[in-house]
Nanobody, 120 residues
């Protein structure tokens, strides 16, 4: 059974940093691209970042470029999103997802999210 579990959410002040993690199991982790998506209250889900299966390619939404960094540790079946210079508008539930390639919207497998709240 494919499982993705996001963790690391919490309350952080604007300008601060937070790292969220995504632990994967039930599939060959290094065969899959892993993406982060987020959904803010009252808004549609949006893609935040994605990393290819090998880690050689990364993608970022314009709104987070230069502030967020995605990485993966295939030996630990874990992917990370380091978020710096956080803004109140980054407040959202963050979800990780997996698919053969990075996709802007729908990916095959989804985990439960973790809430990141940025206070002003």
């Amino acid at each position: 059974e494919v499982q993705l579990q996001a963790s690391g959410g919490g309350l952080v002040q604007a300008g601060g940093s937070r790292r969220v993690s995504c632990a994967a199991s039930g599939f060959t982790f290094d065969d899959f691209a892993i993406g982060w998506f987020r959904q803010a209250p009252g808004k549609e889900r949006e893609g935040v970042s994605c990393i290819s299966s090998s880690g050689s390619s990364t993608f970022y939404a314009e709104s987070v470029k230069g502030r967020f960094t995605i990485s993966r540790d295939n030996a630990k079946n874990t992917m990370y999103l380091q978020m710096n210079s956080l803004k109140p508008e980054d407040t959202a539930v963050y979800y990780c997802a997996a698919d053969a390639i990075c996709r802007a919207h729908d990916m095959d497998y989804w985990g439960k999210g973790t809430l990141v709240t940025v206070s002003s």
